[in-house]
């Protein structure tokens, strides 16, 4: 293969990985996907593709509509096994965000809603909210009829609505100071403050730093306040699993303001606050190592503030 190929094919790497990532909820499989994309290209009869942009977009969707429908992952998804794989706000993974639709595409919440979809109901949204694919081209993406291609925008947007938490967009300055309280509150061992910072339909599930067998789930303010103080609640138990004492900074993840444990410039845990009127509407944390893989690798770069919680 020439260097033009190649370079062809890099050109569009990044559009790619962040459709894929969108789709699958996961930077490794995204990457994985691209990668299949990439020998795809290469074994292809490349004089014959009219519109490479168009056809490499159809490899990587339906390459990630495989893995969607795959046993395995019906089967993580089922169980409850699956989380969204969180990545730092500027991960070029994360795509265009130029509009409500597209920052909300990429969002934990919506990551999570769509799980609820079907796996082309879940392309169709893609491509229609993050990308402005016409439902022309859609149609022809997923080998359906473009009238299938509406109807199935609709429902996914019917669905997430529905479903979604919170009265959509927050000013990250306000989201900010209301995260920066609530860790406040959780560190002091406040939980009547705690218990006042969240919705009264607050949910919070987290991979239980990758030990627990299953996501652990809470719901009621009372519940969710018990179990973030217990959590934050400093241990030398605690110390050895994070390999030693973290620091506690705040930054934005998938549009959302987020805390990140860091210990010593490596990041072991990190939880993704969704604010509404000022409480706490939902909580995502994610420590299991295989899901922040992608967040460390950005992280080491990443030039943030200082942490806001520096001994623990």
Same mark, same amino acid.
């Given at each position: 293969?020439?260097?033009? =190929?190649?370079?062809?094919?890099?050109?569009?790497?990044?559009?790619?990985?962040?459709?894929?990532? !969108?789709?699958?909820?996961?930077?490794?499989?995204?990457? #994985?996907?691209?990668?299949?994309?990439?020998? $795809?290209?290469?074994?292809? #009869?490349?004089?014959?593709?009219?519109?490479?942009?168009?056809?490499?977009?159809?490899?990587?969707?339906?390459?990630?509509?495989? !893995?969607?429908?795959?046993?395995?992952?019906?089967?993580?998804?089922?169980?409850?096994?699956?989380?969204?794989?969180?990545?730092?706000?500027?991960?070029?993974?994360?795509?265009?965000?130029?509009?409500?639709?597209?920052?909300?595409?990429?969002?934990?919440?919506?990551? *999570? @809603?769509?799980?609820?979809?079907?796996?082309?109901?879940?392309?169709?949204?893609?491509?229609?909210?993050?990308?402005?694919?016409?439902?022309?081209?859609?149609?022809?993406?997923?080998?359906? *009829?473009?009238?299938?291609?509406?109807?199935?925008?609709?429902?996914? $947007?019917?669905?997430?609505?529905?479903? $979604?938490?919170?009265?959509?967009?927050?000013?990250?300055?306000?989201?900010?100071?209301?995260?920066?309280?609530?860790?406040?509150?959780?560190?002091?061992?406040? *939980?009547?403050?705690?218990?006042?910072? @969240?919705?009264?339909?607050? =949910?919070?599930?987290?991979?239980?730093?990758? @030990?627990?067998?299953?996501?652990? $789930?809470?719901?009621?303010?009372?519940?969710?306040?018990?179990?973030?103080?217990?959590?934050?609640?400093?241990?030398?138990?605690?110390?050895? @699993?994070?390999?030693?004492?973290?620091?506690?900074?705040?930054?934005?993840?998938?549009?959302? *303001?987020?805390?990140?444990?860091?210990?010593?410039? !490596?990041?072991?845990?990190?939880?993704?606050?969704?604010?509404?009127?000022?409480?706490? /509407?939902?909580?995502?944390?994610?420590? /299991?190592?295989?899901?922040?893989?992608?967040?460390?690798? =950005?992280?080491?770069?990443?030039?943030?503030?200082?942490?806001?919680?520096?001994?623990?």
């Amino acid at each position: 293969m020439d260097m033009a =190929t190649i370079d062809r094919f890099e050109a569009g790497r990044g559009r790619l990985a962040s459709l894929a990532y !969108r789709l699958l909820g996961s930077a490794a499989d995204a990457e #994985d996907a691209v990668q299949d994309a990439f020998l $795809r290209w290469q074994a292809a #009869d490349r004089e014959r593709i009219e519109v490479p942009e168009a056809w490499l977009t159809k490899v990587v969707t339906n390459l990630c509509l495989d !893995r969607l429908r795959s046993a395995q992952a019906r089967h993580e998804r089922a169980v409850g096994d699956w989380l969204p794989e969180p990545l730092l706000d500027g991960d070029p993974m994360l795509g265009p965000a130029d509009t409500v639709e597209q920052r909300e595409s990429v969002s934990l919440a919506v990551l *999570t @809603l769509m799980e609820r979809l079907s796996p082309v109901e879940r392309a169709a949204y893609v491509l229609r909210e993050a990308f402005s694919y016409p439902h022309a081209e859609i149609a022809g993406i997923l080998d359906i *009829t473009e009238s299938a291609s509406q109807q199935h925008v609709h429902r996914a $947007r019917r669905r997430v609505a529905a479903e $979604r938490r919170g009265g959509g967009e927050v000013d990250p300055a306000a989201a900010r100071r209301v995260v920066e309280e609530f860790l406040t509150a959780a560190m002091s061992g406040r *939980t009547d403050r705690l218990v006042a910072l @969240l919705t009264a339909d607050a =949910t919070a599930v987290s991979d239980g730093a990758g @030990l627990a067998r299953r996501l652990l $789930r809470h719901r009621t303010p009372e519940r969710i306040a018990s179990y973030v103080r217990a959590g934050l609640r400093p241990t030398e138990a605690k110390r050895r @699993l994070a390999g030693g004492s973290p620091a506690f900074h705040l930054a934005r993840v998938n549009g959302s *303001t987020a805390v990140i444990a860091v210990v010593r410039n !490596r990041v072991v845990g990190a939880v993704a606050f969704e604010v509404s009127d000022g409480k706490v /509407a939902s909580l995502r944390g994610v420590a /299991a190592a295989h899901r922040l893989a992608r967040l460390n690798e =950005t992280w080491a770069r990443y030039e943030g503030e200082a942490p806001v919680v520096g001994a623990w």
